[in-house]
C-alpha cells in the first residue's frame, strides 16, 4: 500500500471521525477527561495506581457512554460519566470481571493480556444496548464481535498515540528548557514552570482518554453494521415447528327423515 493510499484510507476513517466528534463536543469531553483525572489521581495516592485504575472502571463505562452518544449526535451529556452508578452491581461486576481476566493474562508474558484487553473492548457500548447482559455473557459476546478485528483496533489506537508523539515531543522540549533557564533562578519562576507542567498532562490525559473512547465509540458503531450484516449479534431465530391438524371428520348430512344414512 503507497503512503497516498494510506492517507486517504486516514481521512475516511474511524480516526478521523473520532477526531471531528470530540471537536464538536469538546468542552464537555475535556471537563469528563479531567474529572477522570483528577480522581485517579486522588485513588492512586491512596491506593496506588493499578487498584486506582480497577475501582474507577464504572467512571471509564460513563466516558464510553458519553462517547457513544457523542458519535450518534445524540446529545451527549456531562452527567452520563456517572451512569454506571445506575445499574453498579451489573456494571462494575463485568467490567471488575473484566480487568481480572485481562490481569490474569497478562501475567502470561503480557502478550495474552493484551489480546484479551482488546477482545473485551466492545463490553461497555454492550452493557449500555443490551440489559440482559452482564458478567460472562457480556465478555463473550464483546469477544465474538472482535474476533478478527483486534488488530484493526490496535492500528488504529496505535496511530492515534503517534499523532499526538510529535506535540508531546514539543512541549517536552519547551518544558525542559523552561526548567533548564529557571534553575538556579527564583522560586516563583520554577513554580510556574511546574504548575504549567501538571496542565499540560492533566490537559493531555483528558484529552487522549476522550480520543480513545471515541475511537472505541467509532469502532462500534462500524463493527455492529458488520457483526449484524454477518448475523453474529442477531438473536437466534426461534423456529416454529407447524403442527398439522388432521381435519374433522365430515358428518354426514341428515335426511330429511330425521335419520343419518351410512353409506359404509
Known amino acids: ?32 477527561g479531567l474529572l477522570c483525572f483528577v480522581m485517579l489521581c486522588i485513588l492512586s495516592l491512596v491506593v496506588g495506581e493499578y487498584v486506582a485504575q480497577f475501582l474507577l472502571q464504572p467512571l471509564v463505562y460513563g466516558a464510553s457512554i458519553f462517547s457513544l452518544y457523542a458519535v450518534r449526535r445524540n446529545g451527549p451529556k456531562f452527567s452520563m460519566l456517572f451512569c454506571g452508578f445506575n445499574d453498579f452491581k451489573r456494571i462494575a461486576g463485568t467490567l471488575y470481571l473484566r480487568g481480572l481476566y485481562i490481569f490474569l493474562w497478562g501475567l502470561l508474558f503480557i502478550i495474552p493480556g493484551f489480546i484479551r484487553y482488546y477482545d473485551y473492548a466492545m463490553t461497555p457500548f454492550l452493557l449500555h444496548e443490551h440489559p440482559e447482559l452482564k458478567f460472562k455473557e457480556a465478555l463473550e459476546r464483546s469477544k465474538n464481535m472482535m474476533d478478527g478485528h483486534k488488530a484493526d483496533l ?44 501538571v496542565v499540560f498532562v492533566a490537559w ?40 398439522t391438524e388432521e381435519p374433522e371428520p365430515t358428518k354426514p348430512e341428515a335426511s330429511q327423515g330425521g335419520y343419518v344414512k351410512d353409506y359404509r
Open 1 to 32: 500500500m503507497t503512503m497516498e493510499n494510506v492517507v486517504n484510507v486516514v481521512k475516511d476513517s474511524v480516526l478521523k471521525r473520532a477526531w471531528r466528534t470530540v471537536r464538536i463536543y469538546y468542552a464537555k469531553a475535556l471537563g469528563i
Open 154 to 197: 490496535f492500528v488504529w489506537e496505535l496511530l492515534l498515540g503517534l499523532m499526538l508523539f510529535v506535540p508531546i515531543l514539543l512541549f517536552g522540549l519547551f518544558f525542559a528548557l523552561l526548567i533548564h533557564f529557571s534553575y538556579g533562578g527564583s522560586t516563583i519562576v520554577l513554580v510556574v514552570v511546574v504548575v504549567l507542567m
Open 204 to 243: 493531555f490525559f483528558a484529552t487522549f482518554t476522550m480520543l480513545s473512547q471515541t475511537l472505541y465509540a467509532e469502532f462500534y458503531e462500524d463493527l455492529k453494521e458488520e457483526t449484524n450484516t454477518e448475523g453474529i449479534l442477531v438473536e437466534p431465530k426461534v423456529e416454529q415447528t407447524i403442527q
